[in-house]
């Protein structure tokens, strides 16, 4: 049990800016195994932000509250996934080889692409949100940094880490998840899911229907251009994945 709390205070500390013990310290062989409990970081991460909107919806306007709980999610994550999803943007869209897109996502530097991209997918966050009913709204952030995070572990689990050489990394990743913990991270990410189909009809099979389909395409893509995943790549799934729960939620409302 102990080592699992350490595995799990790996995954804060690798994931958000949660202050977490000294003792706590990195490894490629501790981050590998901590990726289990991703999901349930986003668990913490989308808790997070539904506090920060139920606090806020009661003395603000409900596109505000909205606005207050992105950015305490960005915050608390230190925008670690934003931050992939825009460095992917540049390397996709700027590269034509697996050499440069790959040379592109280690650039630190943000390109047009990636900040188009970046202003989009906040836009899209922020009207999703703001389109639902709000008592829908905390259970749909915890569901969906849950269920986005634990997409991730299956790009991991099923494909391949596409750096050749280590030292060429732009950031530690985990690169491999064994059958058992994969389970563990399905656990952890279907649950919140399981739980807002129980409250509200239909959400785990449109969820399903919509999201599956975009991870075996990205999973796809990015083996055609690069070969397997990346760090970036991973973090661009995970805010895909949760852009397409929240258009899937308004789905859900408008029409179901």
Same mark, same amino acid.
């Given at each position: ?15 958000? +800016? ?79 080889? *697996? /050499? ?8 630190? +530097? ?32 915890? %569901?969906?940094? %849950?269920?986005? +995070? ?9 494909? /391949? ?7 060429? *990394? ?49 999973? +796809? ?36």
């Amino acid at each position: 049990m102990k080592k699992q709390g350490y595995l799990f205070l790996t995954a804060i500390m690798f994931y958000t +800016r949660i202050p977490v013990p000294k003792s706590i310290v990195y490894s490629d062989d501790l981050l590998n195994k901590s990726t289990k409990y991703f999901p349930f970081v986003g668990w913490i991460v989308g808790g997070f932000g539904a506090l920060v909107f139920y606090a806020t919806q009661f003395i603000l306007p409900l596109p505000v509250s909205v606005l207050m709980s992105m950015i305490s999610t960005i915050l608390l994550t230190g925008a670690f996934h934003e931050d992939g999803f825009a460095d992917s943007c540049d390397a996709f869209g700027g590269g034509w080889t *697996k /050499e440069k897109i790959l040379e592109i996502m280690k650039d630190s +530097r943000i390109g047009t692409y990636g900040s188009v991209g970046l202003i989009l997918i906040l836009f899209t966050k922020f009207y999703c949100l703001s389109s639902v009913p709000v008592k829908q709204i905390p259970f749909i952030l915890i %569901a969906a940094h %849950a269920f986005s +995070r634990y997409v991730t572990t299956g790009i991991i689990f099923f494909s /391949e880490y596409a750096r050749e050489d280590a030292s060429t *990394k732009s950031k530690p990743v985990g690169k491999s998840l064994s059958s058992e913990d994969y389970f563990i991270s399905f656990i952890f990410g279907s649950t919140p899911l399981l739980i807002l189909s129980i409250l509200y009809s239909y959400w785990l099979l449109l969820i399903l229907l919509t999201t599956i389909p975009i991870v075996f395409f990205l999973k +796809r893509y990015f083996e055609k251009w690069i070969g397997g995943f990346t760090g970036d790549a991973l973090g661009a799934t995970q805010q895909i994945t949760e852009i397409v729960f929240y258009l899937s939620s308004i789905i859900i409302y408008h029409f179901i």
